[in-house]
């Protein structure tokens, strides 16, 4: 293995990774319990370039051995390959499809959600999540968020995604129970929209 791999793989990940991971999966179930807030993340990754720190915990906290995970071109890289082989030991898919969960880095690279895992009629659990790096989360607002755990409408202020992302989404919520789930990061934030939340407006 080159330097350079063994440099990506060795970056420390969590301090501590119970504690960590733990830290993390609390504020991913406050994002995904409260849609369309975004969330500071509090055990951001150091984790090689494209990898942002929010996405880099969120990938540590949830990716394991079982659950392939796709990488976007910007993430196909020797260094990314290899942190996430050294931390989590989950293999990487070629297939969109065949991925529990997807890492984009380039909102310009989203597949189109209707091609993923979107669950089975009789185990809708068994779909992909969504995490997407876009450029802010509290850009100017553009729509509101309604659904379960809003009281009654969060501001949309997500930038960056691709302009065919709204139907998809809307497809995406007619399809429930089944249906992918979506974690947006930018930087140290993370914002979740479940499959049961409306973007409107």
Same mark, same amino acid.
């Given at each position: 293995m080159s #330097?350079?791999?063994?440099? *990506?793989?060795? =970056?420390?990940?969590?301090?501590? !990774? &119970?504690?960590?991971?733990?830290?993390?999966?609390?504020?991913?179930?406050?994002?995904?319990?409260?849609?369309?807030?975004?969330?500071?993340?509090?055990?951001?990754?150091?984790?090689?370039?494209?990898?942002?720190? #929010?996405?880099?915990?969120? *990938?540590?906290? =949830?990716?394991?051995?079982?659950? !392939? &995970?796709?990488?976007?071109p910007a993430l196909s890289t020797a260094a990314v390959q290899s942190f996430l082989r050294f931390h989590t030991g989950a293999p990487l898919a070629d297939d969109p499809a065949a991925a529990a969960f997807l890492l984009v880095a380039d909102a310009a690279a989203l597949p189109r959600l209707g091609g993923l895992a979107l669950g089975e009629d009789r185990y809708p659990d068994r779909s992909a999540t969504l995490l997407v790096e876009v450029a802010a989360l509290d850009g100017p607002e553009a729509g509101r968020f309604t659904g379960p755990g809003i009281a009654t409408a969060e501001p949309a202020r997500i930038a960056g995604l691709p302009g065919w992302f709204r139907e998809d989404w809307a497809a995406n919520g007619a399809a429930y129970p089944l249906g992918i789930d979506l974690l947006l990061t930018c930087g140290d934030r993370m914002l979740g929209l479940p499959r049961t939340t409306r973007w409107e407006g």
């Amino acid at each position: 293995m080159s #330097a350079i791999l063994d440099s *990506a793989a060795l =970056l420390p990940g969590f301090a501590d !990774p &119970v504690l960590g991971s733990q830290s993390v999966f609390r504020a991913l179930l406050e994002a995904m319990s409260r849609p369309g807030r975004p969330v500071t993340c509090p055990q951001p990754v150091a984790a090689p370039e494209r990898l942002g720190p #929010a996405m880099a915990a969120a *990938a540590l906290t =949830l990716v394991d051995l079982d659950t !392939p &995970v796709w990488l976007d071109p910007a993430l196909s890289t020797a260094a990314v390959q290899s942190f996430l082989r050294f931390h989590t030991g989950a293999p990487l898919a070629d297939d969109p499809a065949a991925a529990a969960f997807l890492l984009v880095a380039d909102a310009a690279a989203l597949p189109r959600l209707g091609g993923l895992a979107l669950g089975e009629d009789r185990y809708p659990d068994r779909s992909a999540t969504l995490l997407v790096e876009v450029a802010a989360l509290d850009g100017p607002e553009a729509g509101r968020f309604t659904g379960p755990g809003i009281a009654t409408a969060e501001p949309a202020r997500i930038a960056g995604l691709p302009g065919w992302f709204r139907e998809d989404w809307a497809a995406n919520g007619a399809a429930y129970p089944l249906g992918i789930d979506l974690l947006l990061t930018c930087g140290d934030r993370m914002l979740g929209l479940p499959r049961t939340t409306r973007w409107e407006g």
